[in-house]
């Protein structure tokens, strides 16, 4: 009991206050009034330069938006959003859209810098024998700067923020945006729709293998703003391209919404394989302040043989409510979910994925690994469903708990619907904590409590880190270790 | 949710709160009983019969299920049948009338009615949730069951059989039961359906299992196939009890089994073992709550599912662990075996859980049978048939068996048989 003993001491010792990435960057700010009103929207579209059928498909968001009501059946509790007292547009003023690095604004640079991202493209390029990477950063909803546009070009890639996609593509933005997650989706997804401010835009041709792992950055800087991030990647016929997609937020004292969608599509033999690490401020240890993180990501799987990928490490977020999906819609398509979740403090996490398999011979793997500790919550809800004529489905499905300290929650909310008698469903869930043998394994050998819960805790997160693309591994394992610091090395 | 705007009623709503204007001067109880009633029906008819939009209920919208409710049928015959078990003590209840005859020594029987009447049942008469349908409409039209008390330290040697036989029309039912500390008993809660004619039955049984009481509860639902059955199971385990409670549906068109319980005592264990033998074109629910609201107790429920023809079938079972209740132990499997295209079935199975000194799991699997599995019987010259029947045979049997009296496992093991010859 020691040992255990021990563990919770650490855990009431972890101070989620000293959130690392908790710093501000003043830098003049172009936002609209505060609040949600047709004009907002009108002022955004107008902003961004959008032609008229892009305002009216957001006005058309809006209207359905103002029918629909606030889901709430999430196991997560916070206060109401007053969506009158949030800033719906928020653009650093310094942006007649630069054209090369050197005229970012050097304080976004620093931030940057701070973070440890490789946006400088000569950093990127000394690091010869690694793979490289393309940034497009996100800056409080509009893109900075984006790197390597040429060479994507070059192999045909569309690599550009959404907005700017609208301008220059939108034959390929109006044939794709919204298919996926409908404008009518759900309550949160509908308000993107409405009065999204960017997001990164992925085009990538028939039978183009994307030349490098692409990458966004998103921040949320500005006080009181909601970021609406729109992210939709295109993989063509047998197309591949790995989307990597790192978050950090500095420290704020009122919650501030995120609500982002995510689309992607993937057409025959086409593959798209989409990595997040979320490590947004999770609000101080009283549980005040924090991201709210109310995404929709989901991945159409439309063409035959195609596969989509999502792996997630959640750190970050006071509250997170995202559920990465794959719709199987093509014969032998396969899907797949890793996920680790943390949670410490009173961090609130109702997340998992939903595989629904339409066509023949689909198949689909979720591995969940959810890690509670402190007074946090974290929720695994899933679904795993076949319709009638998609035979040969197969899922796998792992969703693993771990408790550290007795005052948090792990649950498991997983719906499985089989309606064809081909159907093979697997799904086993368990809940623990860290086993005693092992810690007793680990001490006998000399191995120091601390070191030897990072341990077991990384050999428990393992499967999932894996998946991750090897620049991201790294990233995640430092964020697991950051968030249960005290507990874990 | 949609409390505020009246609901258009359906036809079965209609039919249940006219019958309950109709029959409100028969029905037994007065003062507090008809009181609680009313609210039960208030609320009844405020909400409506649940829907998918209800989360308790997202795979049985009772609502769409249940269209038509048969009449009460004061016409209707039903006598009563042997017991499954030779040498069981039987307590019957036909057609919704309870008999308190036929108790073995030590267990004290008094009808529900009485009861109703002399208003002990008032307290009964609640909702256990705002999503309590089953308890809403049993509570609003119950008539009778049996108060049965199994006094401190009775060990039955023999089962004790709750015969349920429905002919017609409606019955609504409750059994509240006490085991007293440290006795011992096997009770077969059993459902026969005997005409083709439509019926409805609403079942709800509120088991107190006193510490160290060892009990077995078998639940053996055969309803016909145009019935409606609606049950409901609440039971709370004290220090050191045990209780095993059996499960099995073979029969009915709209079957909800809900089962509910909380362990109060430390050192308790609960088994829940189901199998759920699904043809036709039934729709057969069988939803589990469980709190482990007290540290050092056990569980494990399997749940064994077949679907022929256009069966659907639903499992929700829910596994909470209070934030004190360290070295809970807790094990949920729900296994199906899909064997027809056009029937389908949803599992939902939660873990909901405050401690972490803890090891609680689940599993859910859907399969359809191993080819080869069936390879190796084929090869062995036996025809594919039977061969199929034997390998669902196998699947549920494990089941059975785990009730070790041979006496019980044997006429059991018969039904399965009896059904699966007819739906194979």
Redesign the interface.
């Known amino acids: 009991m020691a040992a255990?003993q021990e563990t919770i001491d650490q855990v009431a010792l972890i101070d989620v206050d000293q959130y690392k990435y908790g710093f501000e960057t003043k830098i003049e700010m172009d936002k609209a009034p505060k609040g949600l009103s047709e004009e907002i929207i009108r002022f955004i579209s107008a902003k961004k330069n959008e032609p008229d059928w892009m305002l009216e498909w957001r006005l058309e968001a809006y209207q359905r938006w103002l029918t629909l009501e606030e889901p709430t059946?999430a196991r997560v509790n916070y206060p109401k959003i007053d969506f009158n007292e949030i800033y719906f547009y928020a653009a650093p003023k310094s942006t007649p859209g630069p054209t090369s690095i050197d005229d970012v604004d050097p304080e976004i640079l620093k931030v940057y810098e701070k973070l440890g991202i490789p946006l400088r493209e000569q950093e990127i390029l000394a690091g010869v024998k690694t793979p490289r990477i393309a940034v497009d950063a996100v800056f409080d909803s509009v893109s900075v700067v984006t790197t390597f546009k040429e060479e994507l070009k070059k192999a045909g890639v569309i690599f550009m923020s959404i907005s700017e996609a609208i301008r220059e593509h939108p034959d390929l933005v109006k044939k794709y945006l919204g298919t996926v997650v409908p404008t009518t989706d759900n309550y949160y997804a509908t308000l993107n729709s409405a009065v999204f401010t960017d997001g990164s835009f992925v085009f990538v041709p028939k039978g183009v293998r994307c030349p490098m792992e692409l990458s966004t950055y998103f921040r949320i800087n500005e006080k009181g703003t909601g970021q609406f991030e729109r992210t939709l990647i295109i993989a063509e016929d047998s197309a591949y391209v790995s989307y990597l997609e790192g978050c950090t937020a500095p420290q704020r004292d009122e919650n501030q919404l995120h609500a982002a969608v995510v689309e992607l599509v993937a057409l025959d033999d086409a593959e798209i394989k989409y990595s997040t690490v979320q490590n947004w401020y999770p609000g101080d240890k009283n549980g005040k302040g924090g991201i709210y993180n109310f995404v929709t990501k989901r991945g159409d799987c439309r063409g035959k043989n195609s596969k989509i990928s999502w792996t997630q490490v959640e750190t970050g977020s006071a509250i997170t409510w995202k559920y990465p999906s794959c719709i199987l819609r093509g014969d032998g398509s396969r899907g797949e979910f890793y996920s680790i979740a943390v949670s410490n403090g009173h961090q609130q996490i109702d997340s998992g994925t939903k595989m629904i398999h339409l066509g023949k011979n689909t198949s689909s793997r979720i591995v969940s690994k959810g890690i509670a500790a402190g007074v946090s919550q974290n929720t695994y809800r899933g679904q795993v469903s076949t319709h009638?004529k998609a035979e040969n489905a197969r899922n796998f499905t792992q969703c693993d708990?771990l408790?550290?300290?007795?005052?948090?929650?792990?649950?498991?909310?997983?719906?499985?619907?089989?309606?064809?008698?081909?159907?093979?469903?697997?799904?086993?869930?368990?809940?623990?904590?860290i086993s005693e043998d092992q810690l007793f394994y680990c001490l006998q050998r000399g191995i120091p409590t601390e070191a030897a819960i990072a341990l077991i805790v990384n050999g428990f997160v393992k499967e999932v880190i894996q998946e991750l693309p090897m620049e991201f591994a790294v990233e995640a394992q430092k964020l697991i270790g950051i968030s249960l610091e005290g507990s874990v090395g | 949710m949609n409390m505020q705007t009246a609901i258009t009623m359906t036809a079965a709503e209609t039919v249940l709160v006219d019958a309950y204007t109709a029959q409100i001067g028969e029905l037994p109880g007065e003062g507090a009983v008809l009181s609680a009633r009313d609210t039960l029906l208030a609320d009844l008819k405020k909400q409506g019969l649940p829907t998918r939009r209800v989360e308790s209920w997202h795979y049985t919208d009772l609502r769409a299920l249940l269209r038509s409710v048969p009449a009460a049928d004061p016409t209707a015959f039903a006598q009563r049948v042997d017991p499954l078990v030779d040498g069981s003590s039987v307590l019957s209840v036909l057609n919704g009338k309870a008999d308190p005859k036929g108790a073995p020594a030590g267990v004290n029987v008094r009808s529900y009615r009485e009861s109703l009447i002399d208003g002990v049942a008032a307290a009964d008469l609640v909702e256990r949730d705002a999503d309590d349908a089953i308890g809403r409409i049993n509570g609003s039209f119950v008539r009778d069951g049996f108060e049965i008390e199994v006094t401190e330290g009775t060990e039955l040697e023999q089962p004790l059989e709750l015969q349920l036989v429905q002919s017609a029309g409606q019955s609504h039912m409750r059994f509240p039961v006490t085991f007293g500390a440290n006795s011992k008993a096997m009770v077969i809660e059993r459902h026969l359906s005997v005409s083709d004619a439509p019926s409805l039955v609403t079942t709800v049984c509120d088991l107190i299992v006193d510490d160290g009481a060892e009990i077995t509860w078998i639940i053996l639902q055969q309803q016909g196939e145009a019935d409606s059955h609606l049950a409901q199971v609440n039971f709370d385990l004290g220090a050191n009890a045990s209780l095993r409670l059996f499960v099995i549906n073979a029969g009915g068109k709209l079957v909800r089994q809900e089962v509910h319980g909380v362990t109060t005592g430390e050192g308790s264990d609960f088994k829940l073992r189901g199998i759920n033998l699904l043809g036709g074109e039934t729709h057969t629910d069988v939803t589990f709550t469980l709190g482990h609201d007290v540290p050092n107790t056990t569980s494990t429920e399997v749940i064994r599912n077949v679907l022929f023809d256009r069966a659907k079938g639903v499992f929700q079972g829910q596994i909470r662990v209070a934030p004190d209740a360290q070295k809970t132990d807790a094990k949920m499997a729900c296994n199906t075996l899909l064997l027809s295209d056009d029937a389908d079935f949803s599992a939902k199975p939660e873990l909901e859980i405050f401690a972490d000194d803890v090891q609680c799991g689940h599993g859910a699997t859907v399969i359809d049978i191993n080819p080869t599995h069936l390879y190796y019987l084929r090869a062995r010259g036996i025809p594919e048939n039977k061969a199929r029947a034997m390998l669902v045979n196998a699947f549920v049997d494990e089941i059975v068996e785990e009730l070790e009296v041979e006496a019980v496992i044997e006429p059991l093991e018969a039904i399965i048989a009896i059904w699966l010859e007819k739906h194979a």
């Open positions: 255990v059946w009638r708990s408790l550290i300290g007795d005052k948090c929650g792990a649950h498991t909310v997983p719906y499985i619907e089989a309606r064809n008698s081909s159907a093979q469903f697997e799904h086993e869930a368990t809940t623990s904590k």
